[in-house]
């Protein structure tokens, strides 16, 4: 939470009016909150948080294991220190719906613009995993029918995963359906080449539809500006920041294992006074020293 910039107001209508400006909205995968203003500093005006990422940054697989709970003390740190529109992975809802509705409200108020349902089932897999199992359409829309009911102003993103086991036509008859049930944007997952994201797309021409970019996954790699061109409004990289961040630490530990020092590693780090510039650290004495200092008028 930063004390200095006030919180964003709105997060839901931010996002909202800044997905109708048009034009490719990135966003970055930050899973804590020194990764939001990292990215917020290298200039992203959203941000995104990925269940896998937490899960990771909790130790565990993502495989539906963390709470409500969990991801609220995430969005907390994100959305409070970035000031920046967050969409949230929602998973599976965390339940049926009523789950799903408390899952929306608790997210809400912890900051988060956005959350994407996903029409898998528990135990729920990386979309870019084989072998998922998923909801039958029917299911999944009474979700995303709750999501919406429940939100203020939350944009309610519905994922399918249906393109892998139901084709291209199965995954569009589906995406159809969450909109129905009030669905305000589309997120295909896992399409395999252009000619898919562009016929998706094509069915498609006045929804918000977003793109996972993701790593060593089923998708090939395309630019912000490639997706844009085949019809999609938002662009997520969910762990490529924690991959980063984590094949960094790993070689921390093995050199200061083998050396018993981190002298090999001082050029791989922030220093004192690049870390406290990107957290502030003068600001928030200043803004103490002020409110310390403060007077009662007489």
């Known amino acids: 939470m930063t004390y200095i910039t006030p919180p964003l107001e709105n997060a839901g209508r931010a996002l909202r009016a800044r997905l109708a400006q048009g034009g490719v909205l990135r966003m970055p995968g930050a899973h804590n909150g020194l990764a939001a203003l990292q990215a917020r500093r290298a200039g992203f005006e959203a941000l995104y948080l990925s269940g896998a990422a937490m899960s990771a940054s909790m130790g565990l697989p993502d495989l539906g294991i963390i709470t409500v709970d969990d ?9 409070g220190a970035s000031g920046l529109p967050v969409l949230v992975d929602g998973d599976t809802g965390y339940g049926e719906a009523l789950n799903v509705m408390h899952m929306v409200r608790r997210f809400e108020a912890a900051g988060a613009a956005a959350v994407h349902l996903e029409d898998q089932i528990l135990p729920k897999k990386c979309g870019h995993l084989s072998d998922k199992r998923l909801a039958t359409p029917q ?75 993701t790593e060593f996954g089923r998708t090939p790699v395309f630019t912000a500006a490639e997706f844009e061109a085949m ?11 924690l991959r980063c961040a ?41 803004l103490d020293r002020q409110i310390a200092t403060s007077k009662l008028a007489e």
Do not use: H
């Open 231 to 241: 019809g999609y409004a938002m662009v997520i990289w969910p762990v490529s920041a």
């Open 71 to 79: 991801v609220a003390f995430f969005i907390r740190q994100v959305a």
């Open 246 to 286: 984590a094949k960094a630490q790993e070689g921390l530990y093995a050199s200061l294992a083998e050396t018993d020092a981190t002298s090999a590693m001082l050029p791989e780090m922030l220093t004192r006074a690049e870390l406290y510039e990107t957290i502030n650290y003068f600001g928030y004495e200043d």
């Open 139 to 213: 299911e999944m829309a009474a979700k995303v029918a709750s999501a919406a009911r429940a939100r203020r102003d939350m944009v309610i993103v519905a994922r399918t995963d249906a393109a892998a086991s139901e084709g291209l036509e199965g995954a569009i008859a589906r995406a159809r359906l969450y909109l129905e049930a009030g669905a305000d944007a589309i997120f295909p997952e896992a399409l395999t080449d252009a000619d898919m994201f562009r016929a998706f797309a094509a069915a498609f021409p006045a929804v918000p539809l977003l793109a996972n970019m």
